[in-house]
């Protein structure tokens, strides 16, 4: 049987503040994953948003920031749960942007949720082309764990037996060019008539099949790993869509475009759409590159009532 290589060698190659970093993040999971039984129904407050904040949102996001800390590479942690970033060493090499529990509403169902961080050497300004490293976890009936750092996207496994350490499950990921599923967010009478018809189309013509589990990170996985499409598009409620560029969209699309897919935030890709606001979120649409392009010639952005 071939030996397994680990998360830890396979990160080996890069330059090495970065491979402690990831390796760091890595090996938070089991202390993560060992919270979920004890802190499953505890609401903590509210965040900067005004959305609900489950104890272990806030946990998580605690834990996160106090390990990261503590590497001394972190000079700067933007994260969803926080309200202000937390400024930690202004000498160290990264900026750090999280959504430390994406899809925590999915917790008290035992549906997927997980873990979405990007890593900057810059401060906002930024677009997802200044991204050093993506990573997301996916805390699933396994684990599993995403990164990119400009050689590829690679997915790993905590290793089979149990153990703490991380193994590679694929290398070089890219999505498959034709089939696949499809999920789409948000309430569809308040989409734009001509994405409601789009939409329709991917059933209709594109032949795809429909997964949507809730949480971006698991509905993201489908996609990367069997192609089609998946969108929380803009809509009248919310033209900008739900998700955030800086926290979600922007780690997941270099992700998701160097895996040979394409995005799309209604005007531009969304590697290219630049971030000056930690709060602002966009439409997000991910695809086989010809769905995109299909999109591209279709009016997704909503618009409230008399605006
Ligand atoms: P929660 O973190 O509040 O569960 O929200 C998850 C999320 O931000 C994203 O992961 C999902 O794609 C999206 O919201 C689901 O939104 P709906 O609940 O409106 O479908």
């Known amino acids: 049987m071939e030996r397994e290589i680990t998360f830890e060698e396979h990160t080996r190659e890069l330059e090495p503040e970065l491979a ?5 993040i890595a090996d938070m999971t089991v202390e993560i ?22 104890e272990l949102d806030a946990w998580v996001n605690d834990y996160i920031c106090k390990k990261l800390a503590a590497t001394g590479l972190v000079r700067k942690i933007y994260s969803e749960e926080l309200v202000q970033p937390l400024l930690v060493r202004e000498d160290a090499p990264f ?26 050497r810059k401060d906002l300004p930024v677009t997802g082309e200044n991204l050093a490293a993506s990573l997301y976890k996916l805390y699933g009936p396994i684990t ?23 193994c ?18 948000g309430e569809p009478l308040e989409w734009t008539p001509e994405f409601l018809r789009f939409a329709k189309d991917l059933v209709k013509v594109h032949k795809l099949k429909l997964r949507y589990c809730g ?49 799309w935030s209604g005007s531009e890709s969304l590697l290219k759409t630049k971030c000056d606001d930690v709060n602002v979120r966009t439409p997000l649409y991910f ?4 769905i995109i392009e299909l999109l591209k010639g279709v009016k997704t952005v909503a618009h409230k009532e008399g605006e």
Do not use: C, W
Not at 144 to 166: I, M, N, P, S
């Open 287 to 290: 695809g086989n590159k010809k």
């Open 215 to 263: 949480a971006f990170v698991g509905d993201f996985s489908q996609i990367l790993h069997k192609g089609g499409f998946f969108s929380y598009p803009s809509s009248v409620k919310n033209p900008k869509g739900k998700l955030r560029l800086f926290y979600e969209a922007q780690p997941m699309a270099k992700i998701f475009e160097d895996a040979g897919g394409a995005t």
């Open 144 to 166: 599993t764990l995403v990164y990119d750092a400009g050689k590829g996207v690679h997915e790993f496994v905590k290793h089979r037996k149990g153990a703490a350490k991380y």
């Open 95 to 120: 900026v750090v942007a999280m959504d430390p529990l994406d899809g925590s509403s999915n917790i008290v169902t035992n549906n997927p949720f997980g873990t979405i961080m990007g890593i900057y």
């Open 168 to 185: 590679l499950l694929h290398e070089k990921m890219k999505i498959p060019e034709e089939g696949g599923v499809f999920g789409l967010g």
């Open 20 to 24: 402690r970093l990831l390796v760091t």
């Open 33 to 54: 994953r060992n919270e979920f039984p004890h802190r499953l129904m505890g609401v903590s407050g509210t965040n900067k948003y005004g959305e609900v904040v489950s």
